[in-house]
């Protein structure tokens, strides 16, 4: 099952193409980054990344492009399910 954790951490490493600012940004190791991302990896059975010998940066897949755009749906969900829940 999609973990929602895992799905925040891809979507912050896709928007700074790097797991180091990622992890900066989130609190979290670098490791703890790493990680989420190969767990999703595994998870969904695709690379979400190319990456790079020679640079710290990280490109998405197709694949991970894909996953980019569901992944903000269901966070979209996760915070509207919170919001509703807050309200009742």
């Known amino acids: 099952m999609l973990d929602i954790q895992k799905l925040e951490t891809f979507r912050v490493v ?3 193409n790097n797991f180091t600012r990622a992890a900066a940004e989130l609190g ?3 490791s ?8 999703l990896e595994r998870e969904l ?3 979400l990344f190319l990456r790079s ?10 694949v991970g492009h894909r996953t980019l755009e569901y ?3 269901l966070l979209a969900l996760a915070d509207e399910t919170k919001e ?5």
């Open 53 to 62: 010998k020679f640079s710290r940066t990280v490109v998405l897949t197709d």
């Open 84 to 88: 509703a829940v807050l309200k009742a």
């Open 32 to 39: 703890s980054v790493t990680g989420h991302i190969k767990a």
């Open 45 to 47: 059975g695709a690379p």
């Open 28 to 30: 979290y190791s670098q």
């Open 71 to 73: 992944a903000g749906r």
């Open 14 to 16: 896709a928007m700074r």
